[in-house]
């Protein structure tokens, strides 16, 4: 059985910064490319960034440059560095598989406000 403890969001201005942390308790985590989700009020969910288990990241267009995605094996955690936010990244942000996640692993997220 997986869980998911997602932390770190809050309410910033814009130009603020948030780390993002995802502690994933399955063993599977370590050989696995998994990734930050984000769904914004009213839209879809979509995926921001991937890192997979060589540590390879891919990036939303939108974020790149901005968000630094990582991970930590030892500890079975992932983490998202947002800097210079901005009001679009508001959203409840999610971690998951990539590029099939899960439903099992849908969790209620972290909310990411960044309002002024």
């Known amino acids: 059985q997986v869980q998911l403890v997602e932390s770190g969001g809050g309410l910033v201005q814009p130009g603020g910064s948030l780390r993002l942390s995802c502690v994933v308790s399955?063993?599977?985590?370590?050989?696995?490319?998994w990734g930050w989700y984000r769904q914004p009020p009213g839209e879809q969910r979509e995926l921001v960034a991937s890192i997979s288990g060589g540590n390879a990241p891919t990036y939303k267009d939108s974020v790149r440059g901005r968000f630094t995605i990582s991970r930590d094996n030892a500890k079975n955690t992932m983490y998202l560095q947002m800097h210079s936010l901005k009001p679009e990244d508001t959203a409840v942000y999610y971690c998951?598989?990539?590029?099939?996640?899960?439903?099992?692993?849908w969790g209620q997220g972290t909310q990411v406000t960044v309002s002024s």
């Open positions: 998951n598989r990539v590029p099939l996640p899960s439903a099992f692993l």
């Open positions: 399955t063993n599977i985590f370590r050989i696995s490319t």
